[in-house]
Protein backbone atom coordinates (compact mmCIF):
# COMPACT_ATOMS: atom_id res chain seq x y z
CA UNK A 1 0.00 0.00 0.00
CA UNK A 2 1.50 3.26 -1.06
CA UNK A 3 0.73 6.48 1.02
CA UNK A 4 1.32 10.10 0.48
CA UNK A 5 3.72 11.80 2.57
CA UNK A 6 1.77 14.55 4.75
CA UNK A 7 1.38 18.17 2.94
CA UNK A 8 2.43 21.26 4.70
CA UNK A 9 -0.98 22.74 4.03
CA UNK A 10 -2.10 19.47 6.25
CA UNK A 11 0.40 19.67 8.86
CA UNK A 12 -0.23 23.53 9.48
CA UNK A 13 -3.74 22.12 9.82
CA UNK A 14 -3.18 19.76 12.56
CA UNK A 15 -1.42 22.00 13.89
CA UNK A 16 -4.29 24.85 14.35
CA UNK A 17 -6.37 21.46 15.91
CA UNK A 18 -3.75 21.27 18.44
CA UNK A 19 -4.22 24.90 19.36
CA UNK A 20 -7.84 24.02 19.79
CA UNK A 21 -7.25 21.26 21.80
CA UNK A 22 -4.99 22.80 23.85
CA UNK A 23 -7.11 26.19 24.48
CA UNK A 24 -10.26 24.03 25.20
CA UNK A 25 -7.89 22.01 28.03
CA UNK A 26 -6.35 25.16 29.47
CA UNK A 27 -9.73 26.65 29.86
CA UNK A 28 -11.00 23.39 31.53
CA UNK A 29 -8.31 23.44 33.32
CA UNK A 30 -9.14 26.80 35.13
CA UNK A 31 -12.73 26.04 35.73
CA UNK A 32 -13.36 26.70 39.46
CA UNK A 33 -15.41 22.84 39.37
CA UNK A 34 -11.96 21.07 37.90
CA UNK A 35 -9.66 23.44 40.30
CA UNK A 36 -11.34 21.69 43.80
CA UNK A 37 -10.33 18.15 41.70
CA UNK A 38 -7.03 17.10 42.55
CA UNK A 39 -7.30 14.16 41.12
CA UNK A 40 -7.66 15.80 37.66
CA UNK A 41 -4.03 17.68 38.02
CA UNK A 42 -2.16 14.93 36.66
CA UNK A 43 -4.36 13.88 33.79
CA UNK A 44 -5.10 17.77 32.42
CA UNK A 45 -0.89 17.98 33.01
CA UNK A 46 -0.08 14.72 30.81
CA UNK A 47 -2.81 15.83 28.34
CA UNK A 48 -1.30 19.17 27.72
CA UNK A 49 2.38 17.50 27.32
CA UNK A 50 0.90 14.54 24.99
CA UNK A 51 -0.45 18.34 22.87
CA UNK A 52 2.90 19.92 23.30
CA UNK A 53 5.10 17.18 21.92
CA UNK A 54 2.48 16.48 19.17
CA UNK A 55 3.06 20.52 18.37
CA UNK A 56 6.72 19.94 18.62
CA UNK A 57 6.15 16.96 16.26
CA UNK A 58 4.40 19.50 13.69
CA UNK A 59 6.62 22.10 14.10
CA UNK A 60 9.37 19.67 12.72
CA UNK A 61 7.29 17.89 9.97
CA UNK A 62 6.32 21.82 8.97
CA UNK A 63 10.03 22.84 8.54
CA UNK A 64 10.42 19.58 5.85
CA UNK A 65 7.57 19.64 4.12
CA UNK A 66 7.32 20.59 0.18
CA UNK A 67 4.91 22.14 -1.47
CA UNK A 68 1.43 21.29 -0.58
CA UNK A 69 -1.01 20.43 -3.31
CA UNK A 70 -4.63 21.21 -2.11
CA UNK A 71 -7.64 19.51 -3.31
CA UNK A 72 -10.16 21.53 -5.34
CA UNK A 73 -13.48 21.15 -5.19
CA UNK A 74 -17.24 22.66 -4.71
CA UNK A 75 -17.92 23.63 -1.17
CA UNK A 76 -20.17 25.02 0.56
CA UNK A 77 -18.92 28.08 2.31
CA UNK A 78 -21.53 28.33 5.10
CA UNK A 79 -21.18 24.96 6.29
CA UNK A 80 -17.68 25.11 6.22
CA UNK A 81 -17.98 28.28 8.70
CA UNK A 82 -20.37 26.65 10.71
CA UNK A 83 -17.42 23.63 11.53
CA UNK A 84 -15.51 26.39 12.00
CA UNK A 85 -17.22 28.19 14.51
CA UNK A 86 -18.37 25.05 16.24
CA UNK A 87 -14.19 24.45 16.88
CA UNK A 88 -13.81 28.18 17.93
CA UNK A 89 -16.63 28.64 20.22
CA UNK A 90 -16.07 25.67 22.63
CA UNK A 91 -12.46 27.28 23.52
CA UNK A 92 -13.71 31.05 23.54
CA UNK A 93 -12.85 32.93 26.82
CA UNK A 94 -15.98 34.94 27.45
CA UNK A 95 -13.99 38.21 27.04
CA UNK A 96 -13.75 37.14 23.24
CA UNK A 97 -17.10 36.78 21.50
CA UNK A 98 -17.83 35.41 17.74
CA UNK A 99 -20.18 36.64 15.23
CA UNK A 100 -20.69 34.60 12.22
CA UNK A 101 -22.92 36.03 9.61
CA UNK A 102 -23.63 34.45 6.21
CA UNK A 103 -25.70 36.12 3.46
CA UNK A 104 -28.30 33.89 1.61
CA UNK A 105 -27.90 32.16 -1.62
CA UNK A 106 -24.29 31.89 -1.17
CA UNK A 107 -23.03 30.33 -4.17
CA UNK A 108 -20.79 27.08 -3.91
CA UNK A 109 -16.72 28.04 -3.74
CA UNK A 110 -14.16 25.87 -5.97
CA UNK A 111 -11.28 25.72 -3.68
CA UNK A 112 -9.68 23.83 -0.60
CA UNK A 113 -12.56 23.19 1.54
CA UNK A 114 -10.11 22.15 4.73
CA UNK A 115 -7.46 25.01 3.63
CA UNK A 116 -9.96 27.58 3.47
CA UNK A 117 -11.55 26.68 7.24
CA UNK A 118 -7.75 26.50 8.35
CA UNK A 119 -6.98 29.88 6.61
CA UNK A 120 -10.32 31.56 8.58
CA UNK A 121 -9.14 29.83 11.81
CA UNK A 122 -5.64 31.30 11.58
CA UNK A 123 -7.05 34.82 10.99
CA UNK A 124 -9.30 34.34 14.29
CA UNK A 125 -6.34 32.97 15.86
CA UNK A 126 -4.62 36.34 15.04
CA UNK A 127 -7.29 38.21 15.60
CA UNK A 128 -8.03 37.05 18.95
CA UNK A 129 -4.25 37.44 20.00
CA UNK A 130 -4.69 40.97 18.58
CA UNK A 131 -7.12 41.81 21.49
CA UNK A 132 -5.68 41.17 24.36
CA UNK A 133 -8.34 42.82 26.33
CA UNK A 134 -11.42 41.23 24.22
CA UNK A 135 -13.69 42.13 21.91
CA UNK A 136 -15.49 40.89 19.04
CA UNK A 137 -14.14 39.18 16.02
CA UNK A 138 -17.06 39.06 13.30
CA UNK A 139 -17.23 36.60 9.97
CA UNK A 140 -19.03 37.46 7.33
CA UNK A 141 -19.92 35.64 4.14
CA UNK A 142 -21.84 37.37 1.25
CA UNK A 143 -22.08 36.74 -2.69
CA UNK A 144 -20.34 39.85 -4.08
CA UNK A 145 -23.16 41.99 -5.64
CA UNK A 146 -22.85 42.06 -9.94
CA UNK A 147 -21.01 38.58 -9.61
CA UNK A 148 -23.44 35.65 -9.02
CA UNK A 149 -19.99 33.44 -8.82
CA UNK A 150 -18.13 35.45 -6.36
CA UNK A 151 -18.04 35.38 -2.60
CA UNK A 152 -16.45 38.08 -0.19
CA UNK A 153 -15.08 36.73 3.08
CA UNK A 154 -14.19 39.12 5.84
CA UNK A 155 -12.82 38.28 9.37
CA UNK A 156 -12.82 41.25 11.22
CA UNK A 157 -11.56 42.90 15.04
CA UNK A 158 -10.49 46.07 16.62
CA UNK A 159 -7.29 44.70 17.72
CA UNK A 160 -3.84 46.84 17.87
CA UNK A 161 -2.88 45.84 14.47
CA UNK A 162 0.25 44.85 12.53
CA UNK A 163 3.37 46.41 12.07
CA UNK A 164 4.48 47.60 8.64
CA UNK A 165 7.24 44.40 8.63
CA UNK A 166 4.65 42.50 9.49
CA UNK A 167 2.29 43.48 6.52
CA UNK A 168 5.04 42.99 4.36
CA UNK A 169 5.36 39.18 4.96
CA UNK A 170 2.27 38.66 6.36
CA UNK A 171 1.58 35.83 3.07
CA UNK A 172 4.82 34.72 3.25
CA UNK A 173 3.82 30.66 3.56
CA UNK A 174 4.19 29.57 7.57
CA UNK A 175 5.42 33.15 8.79
CA UNK A 176 4.29 33.73 12.25
CA UNK A 177 5.23 36.53 14.49
CA UNK A 178 4.58 33.86 17.50
CA UNK A 179 8.32 32.47 17.59
CA UNK A 180 9.09 28.92 17.98
CA UNK A 181 6.02 26.58 18.91
CA UNK A 182 2.21 26.94 18.84
CA UNK A 183 2.88 30.38 20.40
CA UNK A 184 1.72 32.37 23.52
CA UNK A 185 -1.57 32.38 21.80
CA UNK A 186 -2.68 28.51 22.44
CA UNK A 187 -2.83 29.12 26.32
CA UNK A 188 -4.60 31.86 26.39
CA UNK A 189 -8.18 30.89 25.10
Do not use: Y
Not at 55 to 73: M, N
Not at 100 to 106: A, F, I, K, N, P
Amino acid sequence: MHTKPPTAGAVHDLGNLIQIALSALNRIARDPNVSVAPALDPVIGSARTALQRAGALIRETISRAQECHPEVEETNVSACLTEVEALIRHACEPHIRLEVRVGSGLPRAKCDRLGLQNAVLNLVFNARDAMPDGGLISIDAAAVQGHAALIELRIVDRGIGMTQQTIARAFEPFFTTKGKGLGASACRW
